[in-house]
């Protein structure tokens, strides 16, 4: 079982470059989250996707942009990166019974020089 | 907007004890979900307990339950007989249960050490 991909699992971005991140999941769930996590801290929620067409704003939005044309595809994109983006991002999809678990991703280590 | 809040950023605990990291949220919602995922080195995201904000009964997964005080916004982790297994950060998380907005939020995390 594939569950959530992401890929890559690893970048190094030089300062004002552009980039994707891809995230799919098979297992046809209407959520899709992008978390970022900074060394030693929590998950910060950074846009979230309750269904093709339709995307919402987390807590950082800022310096990202998502789409969702598909169920199965959420990609983040990095416009003009900073150091301030160096992190470990995160995507995780979830069903819509509130009470069912996410399935996350490995996780993509970015970093920004 | 939900927000949650781990208060101990790291918490050790002799093997075999039992340790319990705490959670707080603040939310105005009534109808929500709770969690506790755990961390490994590795990234792996794991689910280990849930709660429904509906129910009064406790939630318990063998070595792990949880005290959920709903009044006082307080959801936290109990682990008895701790293993070296256990080693890992573990997360909080809100989920929302309003339709078309249920956004899952972590808190920021305890790490938590086993010593042998």
New interface residues.
């Given amino acids: 079982n594939a569950g959530v991909t992401q890929t890559p699992k690893f970048r190094i971005l030089k300062i004002g470059q552009s980039m994707t991140l891809q995230c799919t999941q098979d297992m046809n769930h209407n959520?899709m989250?992008w978390?970022r996590q900074d060394p030693?801290?929590?998950?910060?929620?950074i846009y979230?996707s309750?269904g093709a067409g339709?995307t919402?704003k987390?807590?950082v939005p800022n310096g990202y942009n998502v789409s969702r044309s598909t169920t199965e595809d959420f990609p983040l994109r990095l416009e003009l990166a900073a150091p301030s983006q160096t992190s470990?991002y995160?995507c995780?999809s979830?069903s819509?019974r509130?009470?069912a678990?996410?399935f996350?991703g490995?996780?993509t280590r970015l970093t920004v020089v | 907007?939900q927000t949650v809040t781990?208060s101990q950023?790291e918490m050790s605990v002799q093997e075999a004890e039992t340790v319990t990291l705490s959670c707080t949220y603040d939310t105005s919602e009534s109808?929500?979900?709770l969690?506790w995922y755990k961390q490994p080195p590795s990234?792996?995201?794991i689910?280990v307990i849930?709660q429904?904000a509906y129910k009064q009964q406790n939630a318990t997964e063998n070595r792990f339950s949880v005290n959920f005080q709903k009044a006082a916004k307080s959801f936290s982790l109990k682990i008895s007989d701790s293993q070296l297994g256990d080693a890992a950060m573990y997360?909080c998380a809100y989920?929302?249960?309003a339709?078309?907005?249920?956004?899952?939020?972590?808190?920021?995390?305890t790490?938590l050490t086993i010593n042998p």
């Fill in positions: 959520y989250y978390y030693g801290m929590g998950l910060k929620l979230y309750v339709i919402d987390g807590e470990v995160f995780a979830g819509n509130v009470w678990e996410a996350f490995q996780g | 907007a781990q950023p109808d929500y979900y969690f990234r792996q995201m689910l849930r429904e997360f989920r929302s249960g339709q078309g907005a249920q956004k899952l939020v972590f808190g920021q995390g790490r």
